[in-house]
């Protein structure tokens, strides 16, 4: 018995595998000069799109959620520091000057009058106007139709406060300016009661604006 050198072999040979399988199995293209373009490249453990609000594909949902609470949060800074002024000139301010002179009462509260027209407090009295209804817009555009009703309702209120100061404070501010120190004890009694029962209003209206703005600040993160 003899045996050959030859290492044994299968009686049926592989089929060589098909070109395009070939090209599917190891991710390349087909063959330069088919004619035909190779199969894409594809990664099974990739998502086929980055999803949206990411890092580089920030959706406008993202767009319209930060634009939107920096609106309301302007908003409740700017009527804040309004009502805060209001609320000191209530309990801190006018009572404070009563316990004073007249003459000196008069004066006092010219020159108060005086330095608030200032720019720093203007941002806040007129801006927030302002940016109280680029919130209301805002939030409506986003769909947030509770949010933006509350600031709305917020707006209101406000405008109810800026009113008290342009029809009833200040023209008594003017009336008290324009006596002299020389009937200053008559004019401070002409004064003090309606320019106090002014100042209530408005303070009350921006707190409760405040209050408003608060509750849409909670609606737009529940929108989330």
Request: aromatic share 8%.
């Amino acid at each position: 018995m003899t045996t050959s050198a030859t290492p044994h072999r299968s009686a049926t040979p592989h089929a060589p595998a098909a070109p395009h399988e070939s090209a599917a199995r190891h991710g390349s293209a087909a063959p330069q000069g088919s004619g035909e373009p190779g199969p894409p490249r594809w990664n099974a453990g990739a998502a086929p799109f980055p999803p949206a609000g990411t890092p580089g594909n920030a959706g406008p949902g993202r767009r319209y959620a930060t634009s939107g609470v920096t609106m309301l949060l302007l908003s409740l800074v700017s009527v804040g520091l309004v009502a805060g002024v209001y609320f000191a000139f209530q309990v801190a301010v006018i009572p404070g000057l009563a316990r004073t002179p007249a003459g000196t009462y008069a004066e006092a509260m010219d020159r108060i009058n005086e330095s608030i027209e200032n720019p720093v407090f203007f941002a806040a009295f007129f801006g927030a106007l302002v940016v109280m209804a680029v919130a209301a817009a805002q939030q409506w555009r986003r769909g947030n139709r509770g949010a933006a009703l509350f600031v709305l309702v917020a707006l209101g209120l406000y405008v109810v406060g800026f009113g008290a100061t342009i029809v009833g404070d200040i023209p008594l501010n003017e009336q008290l300016a324009a006596a002299g120190t020389g009937h200053a004890e008559a004019a401070v009694a002409r004064f003090q009661t309606p320019w106090l029962a002014w100042n209530v209003v408005r303070t009350l209206a921006s707190a409760a604006s405040l209050l408003c703005l608060g509750r849409a600040l909670v609606l737009h993160g529940r929108s989330h």
